[in-house]
């Protein structure tokens, strides 16, 4: 009986422990998504029609996430972010903001990691817009931001939805950046990803499985959902 109520006590523990990972994992994805939207939009619009010398340069560091490993970008966000250097110091002094091991550090560098998968397909979809279109809203009297909000958005909705479900999707499933900058925290930074390799260094493989295959799913549905959104806006004729 006391081995029993003891598997009982460990499943609902690892249970509890399994809903609030899952939870802050969401959390951070959401939050991400969110902060990243108005970003990807500002920054897809500025890739896709200026003229700037600094255009080639933005869209660089744009890139950079995909093709540097995390734990580069990681550590950078640490050194950068630490209180033992000036700009963490600073902020720890005289805000009494900590980015490191922290809530908010870690929405951060979701943020940064994952701004290309927002970023690059609303700046794609722009570019492929005919001319015309903002040639005749600015004919009608109409300034740029009533062009770009009401009449260029609409038109690329399906690569807005693209953006939205592979930046959650990515920031879900991110290690490296996440270990760098958040640590391994209860409740705090302790996502799924970093979850799963935990529990597999601890030798609990049903539990790292279950992270996994619910990471799986998700990302599995959200895929599908977004494939069958772009079929409907075919139909539609937005795409």
Same mark, same amino acid.
């Given at each position: ?7 009982n006590?460990?499943?609902?523990a ?8 899952m939870?802050?994992t ?11 939207l108005?970003?990807g939009?500002?920054?897809? !619009? ?11 340069v ?33 902020? +720890?002094?005289?805000f009494?903001?900590?980015l490191?091991?922290s ?21 794609s ?19 740029r ?12 909705i399906p ?16 290690f490296?950046?996440v ?17 799963i ?5 601890s030798? !609990? ?14 990302c599995?549905?959200? +895929? +599908? ?14 795409v």
């Amino acid at each position: 009986m006391e081995f029993l109520e003891s598997l009982n006590l460990t499943f609902i523990a690892n249970m509890a422990e399994f809903f609030d990972t899952m939870k802050l994992t969401f959390l951070v994805a959401f939050l991400t998504t969110l902060i990243l939207l108005p970003i990807g939009i500002a920054l897809g !619009n500025y890739l896709a029609f200026s003229q700037s010398p600094l255009r080639p340069v933005i869209e660089v560091l744009v890139w950079m996430p995909l093709v540097l490993p995390p734990s580069v970008l990681g550590f950078y966000l640490l050194i950068t972010f630490s209180p033992k250097n000036a700009l963490g110091a600073f902020l +720890l002094e005289h805000f009494n903001f900590k980015l490191v091991f922290s809530f908010e550090g870690l929405i951060l560098a979701s943020v940064i990691f994952s701004l290309p998968f927002m970023a690059n397909p609303i700046k794609s979809a722009l570019s492929s817009l005919s001319k015309s279109l903002k040639e005749a809203s600015f004919t009608l009297g109409k300034g740029r931001i009533y062009t770009l909000f009401f009449v260029l958005l609409p038109n690329i909705i399906p690569a807005i939805l693209l953006g939205c479900v592979t930046s959650f999707a990515h920031t879900i499933g991110e290690f490296g950046v996440v270990m760098m900058i958040g640590g391994n925290i209860p409740n705090q930074t302790r996502v799924a990803s970093i979850a799963i390799y935990d529990e597999v260094e601890s030798l !609990n493989y049903p539990l790292a499985h279950q992270y996994a295959l619910s990471l799986f799913l998700i990302c599995f549905v959200l +895929l +599908l959902a977004i494939f069958y959104l772009n079929k409907h806006f075919q139909k539609k004729g937005i795409v």
